[in-house]
């Protein structure tokens, strides 16, 4: 479980890297500069770990392209000390670049292949967050309300669960569709009124319902 100098030196070209794809907020570029993302995939691919590619994880999912890592914490636009929840932990990856943001991160993964993989692995690289093996359509009504929401798996249609759960101000991201997905904004205006903003095509596996063991 090293973190070489090499390792630190592949990550500064991904940085600059994500900054000529457009990726501007300084603290999402400084996270994805530090977080270690070769610890979180298969050790076979650890010399592509800081090319801008989407990998297989284990249970038939993968980990995101960096650069949807980055342009999708970025539209959440949180501050150090919120609370974000994240539908599908897969590797760890994403939820490890919020938590090394300062942001508290409520990560929720339906199979359990994975989550009894990831949880042990974020707590020994030291990230602490609140990990549950569940359905992220149904978010998490216990810890609710959040300042943002990011969904990592392509929903079919926005959940109504996930609205409810945003707070007044907040973010929801979430790619929608089938085969290919749109990345949307859902920018909760007030307690009744949500502004959707669309951006550009992303590919993500989907998001589906209820737990698989
Ligand atoms: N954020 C992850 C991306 C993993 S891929 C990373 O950085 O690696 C998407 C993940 O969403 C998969 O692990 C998949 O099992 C999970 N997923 C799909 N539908 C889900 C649901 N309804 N609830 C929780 N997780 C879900």
């Given at each position: 479980m090293?973190?070489?100098?090499r390792?630190?030196?592949m990550?500064?070209?991904?940085?600059?890297?994500l900054?000529d794809?457009?990726?501007?907020d300084?603290?999402?570029l400084?996270?994805?500069?530090a977080v270690?993302r070769h610890?979180f995939?298969d050790?076979?691919?650890?010399?592509?770990?800081y090319?801008?590619?989407?990998?297989p994880i284990?249970a038939?999912?993968?980990?995101?392209?960096?650069y949807?890592?980055a342009?999708?914490?970025?539209?959440l636009?949180?501050?150090?000390?919120?609370?974000?929840?994240?539908?599908?932990?897969g590797?760890?990856?994403q939820?490890?670049v919020?938590?090394?943001?300062?942001?508290?991160?409520?990560?929720?993964?339906?199979?359990?292949?994975?989550f009894?993989?990831t949880?042990?692995?974020?707590?020994?690289?030291?990230?602490?967050?609140?990990?549950?093996?569940?359905?992220?359509?149904?978010?998490?009504?216990?810890?609710a309300?959040f300042?943002?929401?990011?969904v990592t798996?392509?929903a079919?249609?926005?959940?109504?669960?996930?609205?409810?759960?945003?707070?007044?101000?907040?973010?929801l991201?979430?790619?929608?569709?089938r085969?290919v997905q749109?990345m949307?904004v859902?920018?909760?205006?007030?307690?009744t009124?949500f502004?959707?903003k669309d951006?550009g095509?992303?590919?993500f596996v989907?998001?589906?319902?209820?737990r698989?063991?």
């Amino acid at each position: 479980m090293a973190d070489l100098a090499r390792h630190r030196g592949m990550r500064n070209k991904l940085v600059r890297l994500l900054i000529d794809k457009g990726i501007r907020d300084k603290e999402v570029l400084k996270a994805i500069g530090a977080v270690p993302r070769h610890l979180f995939i298969d050790s076979s691919f650890e010399e592509f770990a800081y090319q801008d590619k989407a990998f297989p994880i284990a249970a038939g999912q993968t980990i995101s392209q960096p650069y949807t890592v980055a342009f999708q914490s970025e539209k959440l636009a949180l501050k150090p000390g919120q609370k974000v929840l994240e539908v599908g932990t897969g590797s760890g990856y994403q939820a490890a670049v919020l938590a090394q943001m300062g942001i508290k991160v409520y990560s929720i993964e339906r199979q359990k292949e994975l989550f009894d993989a990831t949880k042990p692995l974020l707590s020994k690289l030291g990230y602490k967050l609140y990990m549950k093996y569940g359905d992220g359509y149904a978010g998490l009504p216990n810890h609710a309300p959040f300042d943002g929401i990011i969904v990592t798996a392509g929903a079919p249609e926005i959940p109504k669960a996930l609205l409810e759960q945003l707070k007044p101000g907040g973010n929801l991201v979430i790619p929608v569709g089938r085969e290919v997905q749109k990345m949307k904004v859902v920018k909760r205006k007030s307690e009744t009124d949500f502004e959707v903003k669309d951006y550009g095509d992303f590919r993500f596996v989907p998001m589906l319902h209820d737990r698989n063991a």
